[in-house]
C-alpha cells in the first residue's frame, strides 16, 4: 500500500499513525501541497478532489478522505468499537471533526502558520468556531481518559491531529488543560513526541 501524503498536514498525519499503530506496512510518499502536488494530472486521476491524503491499495484502487482512510485501515481493530452504538458515538466525533472543528482549527493554522497571516487578522467568524470546537471537545472527552472513555479510538486520533496543533492559529492550549491532559495521553499511546 501507499500512502500519498504532506508531513505537514494533520489530516495525513492521522493516516499515518493509524497504519503505524496498527503495523500495517505502507509507503509513505510525499506530496509538497505548497508547490501543487495533488493537483498534477497523476494525481488528480488517482483522487479527483485533488486533496491529500490517498492510499493506493497493490491492487490498484484508491481511497481518499482521512477518516475513510482511517476506517478502512483499522477494520477489525480496537481502534474501532465492536459495540453498535459506541460505533456510532466515534462516527458522530468524525463527522464532528469534518465539519465543525478541522474547517476552523486547521484552516486558521493554515492561515497563520504557512499563509503568513497575523492571528490578530484572522476572520473573526473562523476563531469564534475554532473556539467553539476546542470547548465542545474539551467537554466531550469530560475526564476521559479518552473521547468514547476508557478506550482509544478513531475519534481521538483524528481530533489530535489539528487539536495538539492549534497553537500554530494563535489558541493558547494552557486555555484548556482537559485537551492538555488528552493531547498527552493520545500522543503517549501513539508514541509521539509532543507537537513543537
Ligand atoms: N476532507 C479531506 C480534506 C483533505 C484536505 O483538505 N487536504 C488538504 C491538505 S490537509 C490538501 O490536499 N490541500 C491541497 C489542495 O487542496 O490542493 C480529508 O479529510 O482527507
Redesign the pocket.
Same mark, same amino acid.
Given at each position: 500500500m501507499q500512502i500519498f501524503g504532506?508531513s505537514i498536514?494533520?489530516?495525513?498525519l492521522k493516516v499515518k499513525w493509524t497504519a503505524d499503530l496498527l503495523a500495517i506496512p505502507y509507503e509513505w510518499v510525499e506530496?509538497d501541497?505548497m508547490a501543487?502536488g495533488?493537483?498534477t494530472p497523476d494525481f488528480v486521476a488517482m483522487n479527483p478532489?485533488?486533496?491529500?491524503?490517498a492510499i493506493r491499495l497493490p491492487d490498484g484502487r484508491a481511497l &481518499?478522505?482521512?477518516?475513510a482512510?482511517m476506517l478502512y485501515l483499522a477494520e477489525g481493530s480496537a481502534l474501532i468499537p465492536a459495540d453498535r452504538f459506541d460505533r456510532a458515538k466515534m462516527l458522530e466525533w468524525l463527522f464532528w471533526e469534518?465539519y465543525s472543528h478541522?474547517p476552523a482549527v &486547521?484552516v486558521a493554522r493554515f492561515q497563520v502558520r504557512y499563509l503568513g497571516k497575523g492571528a490578530a487578522n484572522l476572520d473573526p467568524k473562523l476563531v469564534e468556531k475554532s473556539k467553539a470546537a476546542l470547548d465542545r471537545l474539551q467537554a466531550g472527552i469530560g475526564e476521559g481518559p479518552f473521547i468514547l472513555g476508557d478506550a482509544l479510538s478513531l475519534a481521538d486520533i483524528a481530533l489530535v491531529a489539528y487539536t495538539r496543533m492549534a497553537g500554530d492559529g494563535g489558541f493558547d492550549l494552557a486555555l484548556y488543560p482537559g485537551l492538555q491532559r488528552w493531547i498527552a495521553r493520545v500522543e503517549d499511546a501513539l508514541h509521539l513526541s509532543p507537537y513543537a
Open positions: 504532506d498536514s494533520g489530516n495525513c506530496i501541497i501543487g495533488s493537483r478532489a485533488g486533496q491529500v491524503p &481518499a478522505q482521512s477518516n482512510i469534518q478541522e &486547521a
